[in-house]
């Protein structure tokens, strides 16, 4: 049955369903073993977008069923289908994104609640901002679910936006009253966020609208700057930072007591490591296990021209 709707047939389910087929069947796993957490088969039809099959089933099936972990096909709908699949080769283009429009509001107005919340307090407007829709996003604001509604890890709506790297659904949070200085409860700010995820006109967005770019994780300590020279070099958001105030000389304190120098050298990221030298960054301050960032470079062989006529052109104040 599920193959069949997968594929949109129909009558092939219909068939399936007279022969005695269980129409309250759950979902055991997707064939790449990925658990589906017993979803039902209108939860299919709206992960695939099956419009006849949804307007088949949602007069056999309650439309605010839930899963195991509380997801109603609601939420299923309000994500695209080629978010949820691993091995769908469909372009999501502006086709499918009209039907899932139409999908959603049919949903909507066969009784689905927009009120729902997932095992992990999931909201809807969780999934349309993580997903970037606009409409759906002031829709459901204007429909009063608060934008700052958080879930059990303490994410808003506000998050997911940017960490998808949607702007314009961050502006529309914003203006509708979401909060800019919310935090998770592992301290990530949006700032943190945005820069973990690379979004560079978010980074600028955010500063522009008064983000702390020294503000640290709970846990590890680290600022946004420790975290764009982590995992990967990107010179523009360490510049942007350092530009706009974020502490050079700065330590987390659970990762070590490595200030962003050492943490560049680390990971070999010279042109972050240069912007850093520029701004101020000292090569000398040892860590919480006695090396310097320049001891580290020489061990590791890093650029040996890195700390020659090492002279800053931007001077900032001292880093606690």
Do not use: C, M
């Given at each position: 049955m599920f193959e069949a709707v997968r594929k949109g047939e129909l009558q092939e389910l219909?068939?399936?369903?007279?022969?005695?087929?269980?129409?309250?069947?759950?979902?055991?796993?997707?064939?790449?073993?990925?658990?589906?957490?017993?979803?039902t088969l209108l939860h299919e039809a709206c992960k695939w977008n099956r419009l006849e099959i949804i307007e088949y089933l949602i007069s056999r099936l309650d439309v605010n069923i839930k899963d195991e972990l509380g997801i109603t096909p609601l939420m299923v709908a309000?994500?695209?289908?080629?978010?949820?699949?691993?091995?769908?080769?469909?372009?999501?283009?502006?086709?499918?994104?009209?039907?899932?429009?139409?999908?959603?509001?049919?949903?909507l107005s066969k009784g689905a609640n927009p009120f729902d919340k997932s095992e992990s307090g999931m909201t809807l407007l969780h999934y349309a901002a993580m997903e970037g829709l606009n409409w759906f996003v002031e829709d459901l604001i204007d429909a009063k679910i608060d934008p700052n509604t958080s879930d059990s890890r303490?994410?808003?709506?506000?998050?997911?936006?940017?960490?998808?790297?949607?702007?314009?659904?961050?502006e529309i949070l914003i203006r509708k009253g979401a909060n800019l200085k919310a935090k998770t409860e592992e301290g990530f700010t949006l700032i943190h966020l945005a820069v973990g995820y690379r979004?560079?006109?978010?980074?600028?967005?955010?500063?522009?609208?008064?983000?702390?770019?020294?503000?640290?994780?709970?846990?590890?300590g680290e600022t946004p700057l420790h975290i764009a020279v982590n995992k990967s070099d990107d010179p523009q958001i360490v510049r942007l930072l350092l530009a706009n105030g974020a502490l050079p000389n700065i330590y987390d304190f659970g990762r070590g007591k490595n200030t962003p120098l050492y943490i560049a050298v680390k990971h070999n990221f010279v042109e972050s490591a240069k912007i850093l030298l520029e701004y101020g960054a000292d090569p000398n301050i040892k860590n919480?296990?006695?090396?310097?960032?320049?001891?580290?470079?020489?061990?590791n062989g890093v650029s040996a021209d890195l700390f020659k006529n090492n002279k800053p052109k931007f001077t900032k104040k001292k880093s606690k």
């Open positions: 219909e068939s399936l369903i007279a022969r005695g087929k269980n129409i309250f069947a759950t979902k055991q796993s997707y064939p790449s073993g990925l658990r589906s957490h017993r979803q309000t994500v695209s289908a080629k978010s949820w699949s691993d091995d769908r080769h469909e372009d999501f283009n502006s086709l499918t994104a009209s039907i899932s429009s139409q999908k959603i509001r049919y949903l303490g994410w808003t709506p506000l998050h997911f936006a940017v960490t998808s790297g949607h702007k314009h659904v961050v979004h560079a006109d978010l980074v600028q967005f955010l500063i522009q609208n008064g983000a702390d770019v020294n503000a640290k994780l709970f846990d590890g919480g296990r006695g090396e310097s960032p320049s001891e580290l470079a020489k061990k």
